[in-house]
């Protein structure tokens, strides 16, 4: 019975001419070639939209500073940063908070025949590092080696670049490794490049007890509260896509011309690394490592990280609901 009012009362509503109740509509801030992208054209192709009664407006940006922008001026509702940029801004009074999309990090990666072996060896080598001096795996990588002893930045050779950029030179051969972003890694890994370390193997060893989502769906907790079915129907959408994409390599050939991979062996990886990436752990699991995490980086980061907060701020985490 209930499945036949759904389906007579829309009917009727139109013969009366009375309007159907209106999706509701979420606008996201995504970045063109990131993999939300990919996450979203799974969405659409499976439905996912609209089985979650969600209008999905997507503004795509050049960077993830422009989804920045994006979110402060308040032209987007939703987009992906990391709880370390959503903690500091709630320092400076924008209340915004963070609900983990992927654990996916980035990795040191030599050419297959290097004869570096381990992250000690290093010392007195030419290192890539995609990003900047406050890339967050740059300095836990840091951290993890000062513990043995090594200072990279003084005790290797460290050139900075763009993702992109770095990824190119490391094919090249003008560098003895790099360390770059997972998506970036994956390309190299698929054209013969080894996993010196991953940055999520080195974790444990700075305090964290599993696998921490970096990266997240950032958005403001006011229009969260004041959306919150539509935000459980968003998150238990994007659930739905992630699992699809565990489950079906269909799925990523659907995708693949989003992803940018030039063969099967690059698809390959990157689907396998994406899907290592998705979070599997509660958000108060998540969050206890990220405030370790958060402490280790204000740390070696000082203020030109984190802000004037020492520790993470409370309220940085979403938490969708009990036992999540």
């Keep these: 019975?209930?499945?036949l009012a759904r389906t007579i009362v829309p009917a009727m509503m139109l013969?009366?001419?009375?309007?159907?109740?209106?999706?509701?509509t979420i606008r996201l801030a995504v970045q063109k070639t990131g993999t939300f992208s990919w996450e979203l054209a799974t969405i659409r192709e499976a439905g996912l939209d609209k089985e979650a009664d969600l209008s999905l407006e997507v503004t795509e940006l050049a960077s993830p500073e422009a989804g920045k922008i994006a979110m402060r001026?308040?032209?987007?509702?939703?987009?992906?940063?990391?709880?370390?940029?959503?903690?500091?801004e709630r320092t400076l009074g924008a209340k915004l908070t963070f609900y983990p999309y992927s654990s996916a990090l980035g990795?040191?990666?030599?050419?297959?025949?290097s004869p570096i072996k381990t992250l000690a060896d290093l010392k007195g080598r030419k290192l890539g590092v995609g990003g900047g001096p406050i890339d967050k795996s740059w300095l836990l990588l840091q951290a993890r080696m000062k513990q043995d002893g090594l200072d990279l930045k003084s005790d290797a050779t460290i050139v900075y670049g763009a993702p992109p950029l770095i990824a190119a030179k490391a094919l090249d051969g003008e560098m003895d490794a790099s360390l770059n972003f997972w998506n970036f890694c994956a390309q190299l890994e698929a054209k013969g490049f080894r996993r010196l370390a991953g940055i999520e193997e080195i974790l444990p060893k700075l305090g964290a007890k599993g696998a921490v989502s970096a990266v997240g769906y950032v958005f403001d907790e006011g229009w969260a509260a004041s959306h919150r079915d539509a935000v459980a129907r968003f998150i238990a959408m994007t659930r739905k896509a992630k699992q699809l994409l565990v489950t079906s390599d269909a799925a990523w050939d659907k995708i693949a011309p989003l992803t940018g991979a030039t063969d099967p062996a690059m698809l390959k990886t990157y689907r396998d690394r994406y899907r290592d990436g998705i979070p599997r752990r509660s958000i108060n699991d998540e969050e206890a490592d990220a405030r370790?995490?958060?402490?280790?980086?204000a740390e070696i980061g000082s203020r030109d990280l984190v802000g004037p907060a020492a520790e993470l701020d409370p309220g940085t985490f979403y938490h969708a609901g009990p036992g999540d």
């Design 107 to 113: 990795a040191v990666m030599v050419p297959a025949s």
């Design 15 to 24: 013969a009366l001419g009375m309007p159907a109740q209106a999706a509701d």
């Design 1 to 3: 019975m209930r499945v």
């Design 73 to 88: 001026a308040g032209n987007a509702d939703i987009m992906l940063s990391d709880w370390l940029w959503v903690s500091r």
């Design 292 to 297: 370790v995490l958060y402490r280790v980086l």
